[in-house]
């Protein structure tokens, strides 16, 4: 990963309908691969290859951001999704589409794992914990390799995925919390034509550049000062230069947001 956006106060677009579509087509064809994956993961000696898992969650998918949302924002983000591949052809990769299969597997698992009186239809407590572990461990894994992955990383700050208590963000979301600490963490890696574009400007002057860096509620503490804060009227400026090339839109995004 590259850089990381914060992105708040995200207005409703003209053609919200038109967008939407073209993300649900990108959102479902994802969910198809998940899917499709899920189907070579059992084993000769009736067990289940976890590494094959963590590896294959998403075989093929090749995209420049991950957004990350609150599951109460799905549409949001697949509206995203698609004006970011319609307006400049950015493949977007949406964490929730993984979410869903993973309690697919998690109850694939229990059906044929985890009975303690299968007649009765009743679980057994300890090994259905034990499942559900393997999985979120295995799906916290892919996503970490996924971030890792894409070059940017958006973060939909609404309501729905942040409260504010004493100054203190708070999310109860488990994947936000795990996604957004591994964005802090995890390696920065600067793409070639970046580091050639560095290498140039610090070629034509003497000095270098700065960089800039009643359920159960159970709620983190979120640290998202690393992400660059950016809002619609970012976007907005962002879509009007009309690059339809995913590395040089990347890059005015980029030269915008430090301009902030």
């Not at 998940?34 to 090749?62: A, C, H, M, T, Y």
């Not at 299968?118 to 679980?123: A, D, S």
Request: hydrophobic letters at 35%.
């Amino acid at each position: 990963m590259y850089k990381g956006f914060k992105i708040e106060n995200i207005q409703r677009n003209n053609n919200q309908g038109y967008y939407l579509e073209k993300g649900q087509k990108l959102y479902d064809s994802y969910k198809n691969e998940v899917r499709s994956s899920l189907q070579s993961f059992s084993q000769r000696d009736n067990s289940l290859d976890g590494s094959k898992i963590i590896e294959s969650w998403f075989p093929e998918i090749d995209a420049h951001i991950f957004i990350s949302h609150s599951h109460k924002d799905e549409t949001l983000a697949i509206t995203l999704a698609g004006w970011l591949y319609e307006t400049f052809g950015i493949i977007s990769f949406i964490d929730s589409c993984v979410w869903g299969y993973a309690n697919d597997l998690i109850r694939l698992l229990d059906n044929e794992y985890s009975w303690l009186y299968k007649e009765q239809h009743i679980y057994s407590y300890e090994k259905v914990l034990n499942s559900t572990s393997h999985i979120h461990m295995m799906l916290s894994t892919a996503l970490s390799a996924m971030i890792d992955k894409t070059e940017c990383l958006f973060f939909l700050n609404t309501p729905n995925s942040l409260e504010s208590f004493d100054q203190i963000d708070k999310t109860e979301s488990q994947w936000i919390y795990s996604e957004i600490a591994v964005s802090q963490i995890i390696r920065t890696t600067i793409p070639d034509r970046i580091q050639e574009r560095i290498q140039l400007i610090e070629k034509s002057m003497s000095k270098g550049i700065a960089g800039i860096e009643s359920s159960l509620s159970i709620k983190y503490d979120l640290d998202s000062n690393h992400l660059t804060e950016i809002d619609y009227r970012t976007l907005n400026r962002w879509e009007v230069y009309n690059i339809h090339s995913p590395e040089m839109a990347l890059d005015k995004l980029y030269d915008i947001a430090l301009l902030r």
